[in-house]
């Protein structure tokens, strides 16, 4: 049983080791050189960035759910 648990240990170190390791060779610190025509255009603000990602999903979310709603009542009333 003891043989089973080490080679188990040794197939979660190992994977943990490879995981670390892959995560190190990508890390931010190689972005901060330049690519040949990168060009970043200006950041966006908090209002900007919250609109973009919060609010325009949950509005595109109802206005889906809107749609759907409105097409299956649509539906029952015929049959």
């Keep these: 049983m ?3 648990v080490n080679k188990n240990a040794l197939r979660a170190g190992t994977v943990t080791a ?3 390791l892959l ?3 990508s890390s931010p610190a190689f ?3 330049r690519d040949d025509g990168d060009d970043p255009g200006p ?3 908090v ?3 919250l609109g973009l990602y919060v609010v325009t999903p949950i ?3 109802l206005v889906i ?3 759907v709603a409105v097409g299956d009542k649509s539906r029952k009333k015929q049959g």
Excluded: D, Q, W
């Design 59 to 61: 509005v595109l979310f």
């Design 47 to 49: 209002i900007e960035t």
């Design 31 to 33: 972005a901060l050189t």
């Design 18 to 20: 490879g995981s670390a």
């Design 2 to 4: 003891s043989n089973k």
């Design 23 to 25: 995560m190190l060779l």
């Design 65 to 67: 759910a809107g749609l």
């Design 43 to 45: 950041g966006l603000s």
